[in-house]
């Protein structure tokens, strides 16, 4: 008989974790998760506060603050005395040649010849320089200021806009008040209207300031290409003047220094709103030489200057042979007064919009 009160053998149990037999539908057990690291949470930078108030005006599309709302962000020194000297420069440029060609006699002689000369070709010539001076009004002086300030307004750039308007005002109040009130004409020459002052010419006055206010308003990559279009149209209308005995060389060469001299002026007295866009390879503390100007500009001013040398050289040359020294050329004393008056204009005119495009662009480097 068996004892059913003895103890049950030990049986051996499967190792955990082993897949003992064949049962049908037997699930292994699960490997055990490994433990995640715990890694501590990077809090994000806390957002700097506004200002309270709207935001900045921008000078573009992107969204960028005019640099006059940048702080520290003032006007340079050294262009600024530049431009002032300048100005001086061509104040007494003006003063020159009313005492070279106006009071003396040798010099009222050449003017006059170079009036008379205008006679030759008149005909053809005038049915070209018509148009042009019936251009210069009133009516074109508001226009070339209103799209002037227009262009500076829309910039975010109210000072600039009160430059262009002082420029443009300023330029053809000065030829005036020189014309009636400051300067006269000694009656040196038997002619009739001796000892009427025709110097400055006013025409040149407006389409030179027209010329040089824009030149100012619009951004920095356009001075370039506005200062080329602003030299010929200027160019083109005191030729025209010649041409049409309207004035002499030497009223057309005081009217575009009357404007230099304003133009100069008012880029002395830039300030913030004046700036430019800091732009790259434009640094502060650069110089006056090839760090302060763009390839495009140095490109374009010496172009200007080289058109200069060359037509100034012939003026010279032209003015030393009317007044008795130096070479002379093969034609008349009126119709070599009148060339040499003509390229003395454009070389001139060249030679101050060069000027006014190194000043401009100076002080308005950031």
């Known amino acids: 008989m068996t004892d059913r009160t003895l103890p049950l053998p030990d049986l051996p149990q499967p190792a955990r974790g082993r897949v003992v037999g064949t049962a049908k539908g037997y699930t292994p057990p699960a490997a055990p998760a490994s433990k995640a ?95 042009v001076l019936g251009v210069v009004s009133n009516t074109f002086v508001g226009l070339g200021l209103a799209v002037a300030v227009i262009l500076a307004l829309a910039r975010g750039r109210w000072w600039l ?39 400055p010419s006013g025409h040149t006055t407006v389409a030179a300031s027209v010329a040089a206010g824009l030149l100012i308003a619009v951004p920095r990559r356009w ?63 650069a110089g006056l030489g090839r760090s302060a100007l763009e390839p495009g500009t140095s490109g374009v001013v010496g172009l200007l200057l080289l058109g200069t040398a060359a037509t100034g050289a012939l003026a010279i040359g032209a003015l030393g042979s009317v007044r008795g020294y130096g070479w002379g050329l093969p034609f008349g004393g009126d119709l070599t007064a009148y060339m040499g008056g003509m390229l003395g204009v454009i070389a001139v005119t060249l030679a101050s919009f060069a000027l006014l495009l190194v000043v401009r662009q100076s002080t308005a480097r950031p």
């Open 37 to 131: 690291r715990r890694t501590r949470p990077v809090r994000p930078p806390a957002p700097r506060p506004t200002p309270p108030g709207p935001p900045p005006p921008s000078d573009d599309a992107g969204g960028r603050p005019t640099p006059a709302r940048v702080p520290g962000l003032q006007p340079r020194l050294r262009p600024r005395i530049l431009a002032s000297v300048v100005a001086v420069l061509a104040l007494w440029g003006v003063w020159a040649t009313w005492d070279t060609l106006v009071v003396s006699e040798r010099g009222q002689r050449a003017d006059q010849l170079a009036l008379e000369g205008a006679v030759n070709g008149k005909g053809v010539l005038w049915e070209l320089a018509e148009p």
């Open 161 to 199: 806009a009160a430059q262009v308007a002082i420029l443009v005002a300023g330029s053809n109040l000065t030829t005036q008040l020189l014309k009636h009130a400051v300067l006269d004409r000694p009656a040196l020459l038997d002619v009739p209207r001796a000892d009427i002052n025709t110097l």
């Open 223 to 285: 001075r370039p290409v506005v200062a080329v279009a602003g030299a010929a149209y200027t160019a083109a209308t005191g030729v025209s003047t010649l041409i049409g005995q309207w004035h002499r060389p030497s009223d057309v060469v005081a009217a575009v220094l009357v404007v230099l001299a304003w133009s100069a002026g008012v880029c002395a007295l830039s300030s913030p709103s004046s700036l430019d866009e800091p732009q790259a390879g434009l640094g502060r503390g």
